[in-house]
C-alpha cells in the first residue's frame, strides 16, 4: 500500500538553526511527493514539490530531494526563522489520491 | 478568484444532530476531495469527486456520511446522527488532474466540528 511516515515531533529550534525533517514513503508507482505546511489559524498549503526521482523542490528556503533508493524525502532548511514556526506534512500523491503523514510541529524560538 | 472556501467554519452540534458542510472550490478545478484530520494527526481521505461523480470513498467511511457535487461544481459533506467521536477538522480541497501524479492541492481553511 501507499503510506508516508515522518519523523515525529514536536521539535524545537533557536533562531538561524539547521532544520531536517525526515520523510519516507512506501508507494507502488512511481508517486509524486510533496510538503505541506499550516502555520497556526491557517489551511495547509503547498511548500515544495517533486514529481520524479532526483527532483529537488524548494521554496522560501527550504529543500528536499526525491531519493527513490531510500525512499525519503527530507525537508531542510539552512537557517530557520521565527516566522518558519508551523506544522509540516510529508505527502504522496500517486495521481487520484494524496496519503499524508501525522505531521511535524515546528517550534522556532529567537 | 480567492481559493478554497468551506462553511461553516465552526459547528458545535449535540450528538444526534445531523448537520452539514459545504465546499466551494477554485473554480476551474475539476477535482474535489474531503479529508478529515483530528488533533495531531494528518489528514485522513474521505472521499473524492471528479467532476460531479464520485470516484473514490473510504472504508474507513460511514454510512452515517455523505457526500455530494452535484453540478461539478461546490460539494456538501453530511454527516447524519453525529457522534462525538465525529469531533474533527473537516478539510476540502481541490485540484486540476494531470495526466501522472503531480498536480497539487489546495485546501481551504477547514471546517471545524464539536460534536458535544
Known amino acids: 500500500g501507499n503510506s508516508v511516515t515522518q519523523m515525529e515531533g514536536p521539535v524545537t529550534l533557536s533562531e538561524e538553526a539547521f532544520l531536517t525533517i525526515n520523510c519516507t514513503y512506501t508507494?507502488?508507482?512511481?508517486?509524486?511527493l510533496f510538503w505541506y505546511v499550516q502555520y497556526p489559524g491557517e489551511g495547509l498549503q503547498l511548500l515544495l514539490k517533486?514529481?520524479?526521482?532526483?527532483d529537488k523542490g524548494s521554496n522560501k528556503g527550504f529543500e528536499a530531494t526525491y531519493r527513490k533508493e531510500t525512499t525519503s524525502f527530507h525537508l531542510e532548511k539552512g537557517s530557520v526563522q521565527v516566522s518558519d514556526s508551523a506544522v509540516y506534512f510529508c505527502?504522496?500523491?500517486?495521481?487520484?489520491?494524496?496519503?499524508f503523514g501525522t505531521g511535524t510541529s515546528l517550534t522556532v524560538i529567537p | 478568484d480567492t481559493g478554497v472556501s468551506q462553511d461553516p467554519r465552526h459547528k458545535i452540534t449535540k450528538r444526534g444532530q445531523n448537520v452539514t458542510f459545504r465546499c466551494d472550490p477554485i473554480?476551474?478545478?475539476?477535482?474535489l476531495y474531503w479529508y478529515r484530520q483530528t488533533l495531531g494527526q494528518g489528514p485522513e481521505f474521505l472521499t473524492y469527486?471528479?467532476?460531479?461523480?464520485?470516484?473514490?470513498k473510504s472504508r474507513l467511511l460511514s454510512d452515517r456520511f455523505s457526500a455530494e457535487r452535484p453540478k461539478g461544481s461546490f460539494s456538501t459533506l453530511e454527516i447524519q446522527r453525529t457522534e462525538q467521536g465525529d469531533s474533527a477538522m473537516y478539510l476540502c480541497?481541490?485540484?486540476?488532474?494531470?495526466?501522472?501524479?503531480?498536480?497539487?492541492?489546495?485546501f481551504g481553511e477547514g471546517s471545524r466540528l464539536t460534536v458535544l
Open positions: 480541497a481541490s485540484s486540476l488532474t494531470s495526466g501522472r501524479a503531480g498536480g497539487e492541492l489546495f
Open positions: 508507494a507502488t508507482g512511481y508517486p509524486s
Open positions: 517533486a514529481t520524479k526521482a532526483d
Open positions: 505527502a504522496l500523491s500517486t495521481g487520484n489520491q494524496f496519503y
Open positions: 473554480s476551474e478545478h475539476n477535482r
Open positions: 469527486f471528479q467532476n460531479e461523480a464520485q470516484l473514490e
